[in-house]
């Protein structure tokens, strides 16, 4: 299964970009890179997910490189209710035509003010 | 106005007993799930009810029995808890056919504990 990697722990100054990088150096070609977070005492929330190009949605950007063996999460705008736990994951294929989920260890990051 | 709730949040308990984890959600949704997320991080599926009925059903043990009294709820039995079933356990929903991670909505979690 690929793993994931990850800083344990970033620090970010409210309302700038907080870049949250990712290794995922033996994904395989059709597994997913996912990201999620947790807030303390909360369940898992998407984030943003991708396979090989870049991807932005409304909370994040997620930047992949071109061999797929890292990325980097982007929150433009960090604001105090982004301090949370932020999981790397890779999807790989599991029984029962579902999926199974590897998250990494987490980077806590925490906004400043 | 909570979406996906669990009852209890945290369940400290030993070894041999029996236990229920109680899931609900007010989405709406047709689908629900039950998650295993052990010391490594590692989330994995353990089942998934579909209108009451079972629709995934990972390889777990037979210790491990969901209940679905109704779409709305989904809970989790455990018989003669072991030391390995520590973990947290996450409930999810979503809308039916929607099985990919970023389409579930998740509860907060339920870390139990086995002395």
């Known amino acids: 299964d690929a793993k994931t990697t990850q800083p344990p722990s970033m620090d970010c100054a409210e309302g700038r970009a907080a870049n949250l990088p990712c290794n995922h150096s033996?994904?395989?070609?059709?597994?997913?890179v996912y990201w999620y977070r947790q807030i303390h005492s909360q369940g898992p929330q998407y984030i943003i997910h991708?396979?090989?190009n870049n991807e932005t949605n409304e909370m994040a950007s997620l930047i992949i490189t071109e061999d797929r063996k890292s990325s980097t999460l982007i929150l433009p705008h960090a604001t105090l209710r982004d301090t949370a736990v932020y999981y790397c994951?890779?999807?790989?294929?599991?029984?029962?035509?579902?999926?199974?989920?590897?998250f990494g260890t987490g980077t806590r990051l925490k906004v400043l003010a | 106005d909570t979406a996906v709730s669990q009852t209890p949040k945290y369940l400290v308990t030993q070894m041999g007993n029996d236990k229920s984890i109680k899931c609900e959600q007010n989405?709406?949704?047709?689908?629900m799930y039950w998650y295993k997320q052990d010391s490594k991080k590692f989330l994995k599926i353990m089942f998934s009810y579909n209108n009451k009925e079972l629709i995934i059903n990972e390889t777990v043990p037979n210790r491990f029995s969901p209940k679905s009294p109704d779409k709305a709820h989904l809970n989790l039995h455990i018989n003669s808890l072991e030391l390995g079933d520590s973990a947290v356990y996450f409930c999810?929903?979503?809308?039916?056919?929607?099985?990919?991670?970023?389409?579930?909505?998740f509860g907060p979690g339920t870390r139990l504990t086995v002395t």
């Open positions: 999810a929903s979503s809308q039916a056919g929607r099985r990919t991670l970023d389409e579930q909505y």
């Open positions: 991708g396979l090989k």
């Open positions: 989405l709406g949704h047709d689908t």
């Open positions: 033996t994904i395989s070609g059709n597994e997913y």
């Open positions: 994951i890779v999807r790989v294929a599991a029984t029962s035509g579902t999926y199974k989920y590897i």
